[in-house]
């Protein structure tokens, strides 16, 4: 029987699909067999040995199958063709930093003249062009939406992939049938650690890649990272604020026009990624002064003498990260603009009020994405990670309202940094999803300051 496509959304079945019945954290699969079916099924896949009785199903083969995550992975390669074997795959993981070295990889290869396609968290971008799809908005696509993709840049005369690979998306197999010639280690700091359930499972799940790639790229300043690659049977490259693929970075080919110490050496890691690939850094590291940040990160508005930063940065380090960067740039005040998202770690909550609160002169605290917790409680989490330092602070519940406090609060010379949302472009309230920029509304916010 011809098979056309695989998934484990039932409402994505087509006629001549599989359907992984696949139990999920907030929903089983068994429940939406009825509706795969209906919707044109073949074939149900299940991962558990339990009667599932399909009395009403007539002409449908049940497979049970030990890891339907797995399976999915695998079968999701062989129906796109595993593309992936047909390109250089280069991964890139890491608490903090994933987009900017994935763009920074992918732009420097277009610089040499190669065809070069970026995957992660802003989306598909192809040659520096960005590609809108249909594709769940995720750091790490799950593997049906990966592979065809996959062949879609393979068929568009692609040659290299640089796609970010999430802890979440190492643990849950979306890469495990795709061949990874360079993995990437930045950093490993706060996040995830309660949906993996533990810092533990968290490092481990990075460390899955230490045996998914053909060659390592380490950040040697990071501990972690080191320890991660302990023993590795492969060729490790290291990179840090001074080197880059193993070799001292000569004074006069340092990429100093990039904003923050933390972007210069996202681009010594993109430096050794070229190396291995095959150019010398001699030959790549004066392309870094051509290097464009992606949306989102340390994106700059100005009016007049009042700058904005608009960046992503939601975890203690990468704040603490682009406030000292923003402080070394700063000749008055730094005024941050911050919340926490509800739904993920609580426990990086106080640490980034405390961040903030050590780092800037005034601090606006305010929502992010609130999901379905109180944003009142979150906040009053932040608040409590903040001992000296409270008298600089305030609370703001309405984002939109933060912003425009402090932009209007800045003088000539101030620094406005708005942090944890970058280029998103929606806030999740509740099971609301609502249309918000944060670019926008600085952007207004100066407009009407100028006015």
Sequence with gaps: MPIYGITERSGKVKDGFIFVARKGARDDGILHVQEAIERGAVAIVIDRNENVNFDSIQDITLITVPDGRKFIS??????????????TIIAVTGTNGKTTVTHFIGQLLTMLGEQAAVI??????????????????????????????????????MKYIVMEASSLGLSTSRLDHCKIDIGVFLNIGVDHYEEHGSKEAYIAAKKRLTTMAKNLVVNGDDLQCVQMIDGADRPVHFFNELMAAGRVVPCHLYPTLLPGKHNRLNALAAITVLNILGWNHCETLPLCDELVLPEG???MLREGEVVVFIDYAHTPDALQTVLTSLLDESTGELITVFGCGGNRDRGKRPQMGRVAATYSTKVIITSD???????????????????????????????????????????????????????????????????????????????????
């Design 74 to 87: 695998h079968a999701s390669a062989k129906l796109a063709g595993n593309p992936s074997e047909s390109m």
């Design 120 to 157: 992660g968290t802003t989306g598909l971008f192809m040659n520096g062009r960005k590609v809108f799809l249909d594709v769940p908005e995720m750091t790490t696509l799950p593997a049906e939406f990966l592979h065809p993709l996959l062949k879609q840049c393979l068929d568009a005369g």
């Design 297 to 299: 990160r340390l994106q």
């Design 369 to 451: 994405n609130p999901r379905n917790e109180e944003p009142s409680s979150i906040i009053e989490e932040i608040l409590n990670g903040i001992g000296y330092g409270k008298e600089k602070v305030i609370v703001e519940m309405d984002r939109r309202a933060a912003i425009e406090k402090a932009v209007s609060q800045a003088k000539a010379g101030d620094i406005v940094l708005i942090a944890g949302k970058g280029h998103e472009k929606t806030q999740q309230i509740g099971q609301e999803l609502l249309t918000f920029s944060d670019y926008e509304v600085a952007k207004a916010a100066l407009c009407n300051k100028k006015i």
